[in-house]
């Protein structure tokens, strides 16, 4: 079979189109992908090596803040409920919140830092419950809310009722309990 020029002009071209087509398809696009995938990373590792420089810079300030909290923290268990109660009161009576009951909670953990959890109920404005979670959020202690239910008391009164659970850490000597909470004896603290 003997083409034409005009049909080998046309065979050729359309070899060149597959050829290319072919080429990127299998070579340029992967290549493409492979050089997006290497960019984002980079800018990964570039985020990740700027943080380390941050922390290698700031380690001798975070060194001393630590070395500070651990010795003016919570160093036993005796202490942090007794530390953690004396502020909930005070916290309280600064924001004019009626708290009605404190109940702490034992978590037995075979990690070096230990946790109590308070369990506080009382009644207040909003006003007055927000200033209560602002002194909590604030506190030097080491504690933060874990969770948080409002709601409403009487509309005549304008009051609200809260219900939070308090996460207070202390250093203490790991138990040797496999129980994820302790079943020790819960006092209720009523205010």
Same mark, same amino acid.
């Given at each position: 079979m003997v083409l034409s020029k005009r049909e080998r002009i046309i065979l050729i071209v359309t070899l060149a189109c597959v050829g290319l087509l072919v080429v990127s398809k299998f070579v340029v696009d992967p290549i493409q992908a492979k050089l997006a995938e290497m960019e984002t990373e980079r800018s990964r590792l570039h985020e990740e090596l700027e943080e380390a420089r941050f922390l290698l810079a700031n380690q001798s300030v975070m060194q001393r803040k630590w070395k500070a909290l651990v010795s003016d923290g919570l160093r036993n268990e005796a202490?942090?409920? &007794? +530390?953690?109660?004396?502020?909930?009161r005070e916290w309280s009576n600064d924001a004019g919140l009626a708290v009605s009951s404190i109940k702490p909670d034992r978590i037995a953990s075979d990690k070096?830092?230990?946790?109590?959890?308070?369990t506080v109920a009382g009644k207040g404005t909003l006003e007055s419950v927000s200033r209560f979670l602002w002194q909590i959020e604030t506190a030097a202690l080491p504690v933060k809310v874990r969770d948080i239910q409002l709601g409403t008391g009487s509309e005549s009164e304008g009051t609200m009722s809260l219900q939070l659970h308090l996460s207070a850490l202390y250093l203490g000597?790991?138990? +040797?309990? &496999?129980?994820?909470?302790? &079943?020790?004896?819960?006092y209720e603290y009523d205010i």
């Open positions: 202490e942090a409920e &007794s +530390k953690v109660l004396i502020a909930l070096g830092l230990q946790e109590i959890i308070f000597t790991p138990e +040797k309990s &496999s129980d994820a909470r302790q &079943s020790e004896v819960n």
